[in-house]
């Protein structure tokens, strides 16, 4: 779950009243399985994002819920080695906060940072693929498509934008400089349009082109054709995804773009 998904549930638990704990890693050395920062909701029969699971996680949820039970209203710390106390291979230490889950609580909680700021083109079935992947993960995202019946009915979380306009390519002008682009249209030509739009900005952090090897060629040739330096074409990814995975199917395809985006926002 998204830090941007795990504040929507928070503020949906604080306006039914439903009482609930903030599980939050203060404190995390060696090998460890969350941050310092990472936090879990506990409430009496529901449990919404992750300290790390394993035995950690089932000690936590029962410390927080034995807090509900008695109305315990103050905080509390507790710390744990993770090998000797708990037999968990990590090899770490964490020292976890808990605390009654209130506004006040909420206020401190700091604004999620995105991995990376998106720009994704596309609501067909890859496209759709990528923001149910891309859901549970902190980042920003524009989704964008000229046709309204192509986007799914229901809400989209917090950190996903639907965008619907007829000149689609406009929407590359006003993106922030880093931004990341996929471009994955049912139109060939709106391809090479979007694509052309982002190369002639070139403060792009990826850019990826659904297609094939043959189209990346035939691309190539037109905007070498009509002048754009070729020190930039060659920062177009295109086909997109990880090599190396076969398949085609959007879901296994989603999964080796929203990689190979995780990758490329890593710096690697």
Known sequence: MSTAALQATAREWLARGEPAIEVRVAEAHGSAPREAGA??????????????????????????????????????????????????????????????????????????KPRFNLQLYGAGHVGRAIVHLLSGIDCKVQWIDEREEEFPEGPLPPHIEKVCVDAVEGEVDIAEPGTFYLVLTHNHDLDMRITEAVLRRGDFGFLGLIGSQTKRARFLHRFEARGIPAETLSRMTCPIGIPGIEGKEPEVLAIAVVGQLLQVASGK
């Open 39 to 112: 936090r879990m909701l506990v409430a009496a029969r529901r449990v919404a994002g992750t300290v790390g699971g394993g035995h950690l996680e089932l000690q936590a949820i029962q410390i927080a819920r034995d807090m509900l039970a008695a109305g315990e209203t103050l905080p509390r710390e507790k710390h744990f080695p993770l090998g000797p106390a708990l037999g968990q291979c990590c090899g770490g230490a964490v020292t976890l906060a808990f605390e009654p889950l209130t506004d006040a609580v909420m206020a401190n909680w700091p604004a999620p």
